[in-house]
């Protein structure tokens, strides 16, 4: 290897026009501290628009499978832009993969061969990366993200497609300790896997000038797509229970999904209307704002690989309630907060109370501080970078054998 090495990330999701503007912003953010930690980086996405967006106009306009790139100050994004409103069938997962080895072609002809890929998800970008190494020989990593193996729940199909992905990889980081025993069923060579977790914006997600007066006004704070594996519901019954009798303590829960109407009613029909609020997705700024007004961070949810909401509500400062179910217990500590299991919702209320009855404890400019120390995303770079160097380093000793 001359220069710096040649990273091409491969995201299975990324900001688009159809999307949430959360939606895959994390591997924005990564592929910025891996170009500020001195390797050429690209990023090549193809985009999965719903049939329920098409329109000739717009086929024609602005999404006929035609690529296209974005230049920032420190990497380069080559976007597909394209139609696929059956990724979660193994059909689509393939033309999703066929289409994305087109995409990786261009990228290669117009920017030169990658010296590693790193893909995000077994599948299907893995299984993609490792069809792209059989074409072009490139080596490869993997980040699993999919909750679906926490929670026991990989068809045999879905199976085949990780145990190929993973097979041709050099590394399979996890973004936390759970994931990463229960993907050795997948990988054939459990020495591949190493735990690598998510980051934080602590620049966007800071402590701010809030100060608690927990006598006049108290505020709950939680964040995530409104569906059952977030566990809303027991979180609106167990704060309905647990505060009933203390009208200064309120819930406020951002985030947007199938199960709006079903949580608005839940809310309605336990009389919370005034104290419990939905607020609907809220941009970055504005969520960073909100959590800084807030003073704990409660989630309930059944499955997680990691938690990111976790680490952008702690490095404001605030005392956290998650679940054992895969990510928030590599994040909180006692000194931070509680840990439950999933559906315990007598623990939830006993939590919610302990929590806000010995609030004082809790040093919230600690609690920053730590996530700041292991979570800050001007970590990841340098470790990712590490992992690209042993790899390429290790393939350049094998050629010259």
């Known amino acids: 290897m001359k220069g710096a090495p040649h990273i091409l990330i491969l995201p299975m999701y990324y900001p688009e026009k159809d999307s949430s503007p959360h939606r895959g912003y994390m591997f924005y953010e990564q592929a910025t501290q891996i170009a500020r930690s001195g390797c050429r ?5 193809t985009e999965q628009r719903p049939l329920n ?33 059956k990724l979660s069938t193994k059909a689509g997962g393939l033309i999703w993969c066929l ?31 490792a069809r792209i190494k059989r074409i072009y020989g490139i080596d490869y990593i993997v980040t699993e993200h ?33 994931l990463a025993g229960n993907l050795k069923k997948y990988c ?62 309120t819930l406020e829960i951002a985030g947007d999904g199938a199960e709006k109407e079903r949580l608005q009613s839940l809310i309605h029909t336990y009389g919370m209307s005034d104290r419990i609020t939905l607020m609907g997705n809220l941009s970055r700024e504005a969520l960073s704002e909100k ?3 807030c003073d704990a961070f409660a989630l309930a949810s059944y499955g997680e690989t990691f938690g990111i909401v976790f680490i952008e509500a702690m490095a404001t400062g605030m005392p956290a309630i998650g679940t054992v179910c895969g ?35 809790f040093d919230r400019k600690e609690i920053s501080r730590y996530i700041a120390e292991h979570f ?21 000793e094998r050629q010259r054998m």
């Open 327 to 361: 990510g928030p217990e590599d994040i909180i500590t006692p000194e931070s907060g509680f840990l439950i299991e999933p559906g315990d919702t007598a623990a939830l209320s006993q939590k919610l109370r302990e929590l806000y009855d010995t609030y004082e404890r």
């Open 376 to 396: 800050d995303f001007s970590l990841a770079g340098p470790a990712l970078k590490d992992i690209y160097l042993r790899i390429i380093r290790e393939k350049e």
């Open 146 to 178: 999919a909750s679906s193996i926490n929670g026991a729940s990989v068809s045999e199909s879905q199976a085949a497609i990780l145990r190929k992905a993973y097979s041709g990889a050099s590394a399979v980081l996890c973004v936390g300790s759970m």
């Open 53 to 85: 967006r098409l329109s000739w106009r717009r086929f024609c306009k602005e999404s006929h499978f035609q690529i296209s790139t974005e230049k920032n100050d420190l990497f380069t994004i080559h976007r597909m832009h394209a139609w696929n409103p």
């Open 99 to 129: 289409l994305t080895q087109q995409l990786v072609k261009n990228y290669i002809r117009r920017y030169g061969k990658p010296d590693l890929i790193h893909a995000h998800f077994g599948q299907w970008a893995g299984y993609a990366a």
């Open 188 to 249: 054939a060579d459990p020495s591949k896997i190493a735990v690598l977790p998510n980051f934080v914006d602590t620049s966007t997600f800071r402590p701010g000038t809030h100060v608690a007066q927990k006598e006049q006004a108290f505020r709950f704070i939680s964040v995530g797509n409104l569906t059952p594996r977030k566990g809303f519901a027991d979180l609106i019954g167990a704060f309905a229970q647990t505060f009933a009798d203390t009208p200064q303590v």
């Open 291 to 293: 959590l800084r007004e």
């Open 41 to 45: 980086t690209g990023l090549a996405f």
